[in-house]
């Protein structure tokens, strides 16, 4: 079972083995993205949410399991405590179930549901219309033989049941403390389940982790209409629609990862510093490292998306482990954040910036056929300088970085620009007007006075004093 993939959707709740993915649960317990999830659906009447149904059961629910609890024998904290009278069963179960909307649980008639080949019977102990619902004993283990060699587990014994019976197609199998949902399956060698904690659940009092058990075994999620098959039924729909919405990301996933591998790999080839890498280019062995690379940046993307990366340092830590705590979260920020200003690409660019040595952001977009000599260097301006290039900024022969960098001209080289406050001085040009302004982060920003007013996605920002593109005429600042 180690084998087996086992994911926690909530505290309470665990997929196992891909029957249905944890996105997809967290979709079904807030109702949204998912069809079938209208109060309607449930047989709610009224304006009352499927919430606001289940709070109704959760409270009676609550009131069983407390006095369940209460009347129970002690038992050693490790082991759950035994049930002689059966109290659990007629007590908790049959009343869980009730309330789930399945009514009164039929027992299945000795010696239980026989295989459609009629070699074999498994005495599953309820049903509910197509639905094997399995009760075994409170202290019962789902996963290990009642009785020893000759038994079977509760687990296997209804999954080889919903196997070999095509009449059945979901199936429930509880103890009164777990619960799990199991679908007929051709892995004979791994298990698929959902699994609530019930008595996590329900000593926790974590309601949320109810809504989804409410939400997901409610009797009108196995309900097919008179004639259907089980397949009809709300469960399989929603299997087949986390199957599609796999397909469709993992597909988005390999579109994205080709992309990355061409930004990146086109990238390190332009780059002037590399040119050993372009004189022993070996092509299978590059696209390895590239694909390599992609995959642990994703993988890192992951860890930060969840937090992973630097989890809280309780306040009680000692001072050494706050520090080096604080020396990787400084690394990281250092090695993965962009430098200053850097933002997304310009109108047209179709690439994402990387980071280089000298602090710039550059750019993989192809070049315009006039500038195929020059280097795509590109940033946007510093956090106190203008983010983009606006028409206003762009379309005339002038470009004045909004507050704070646009007081910082006495003069300008044309009478048609405004005044400015002391701080530079302005040079001309012998040729084509170019757009210089100063700020104190210091940034530059260049636009050729003849961009359209739509979009100056020609332009080019240098921080501090790196080179200028070869064969420019520039107006500076002095």
Known sequence: MSAIARNQVFSAVHTVGGLLPADMLVRISEGRDVPGCAPADYGVVGSRSVRDEA???WDYLKSLWKDLRAHLPVAPPTDPPSDPTGRAVKEWVEPLFAELGFGRLAAVAAPGITADDGTKTFPVSHHWRHVPVHVTAWNADLDRRPAGAGTVPPQSLVQECLNRTSAHLWAVVTNGRQLRLLRDSSALATAAYVEFDLEAIFDGELFSEFVLLYRLLHATRFETADGEAPSACWLEKWRTHAIDSGTRALEQLRRGVQEAITVLGTGFLRHPANTALRENLDSREFHTALLRLVYRMLFLFVAEDRDALHPPVPDDAPDEVKQAHEKARKRYEKYFSPPPGCAGTPAGAGALPTATSTGRCASSWTPSATRTAAPNWRCPPSAACSTTPTPTRCSTAWNWPTSPCSARSATSPRSATPSRAAGARWTTATSTP?????????????????????ACSNWWNWRATPARPPGRTTRRPR
Do not use: I, L
């Open 434 to 454: 170019k757009n210089w302004g100063r700020s104190t982060s210091p940034c530059w920003n260049w636009c050729p006075s003849t961009a359209p007013r739509s």
């Open 55 to 57: 709070e109704r059961h």
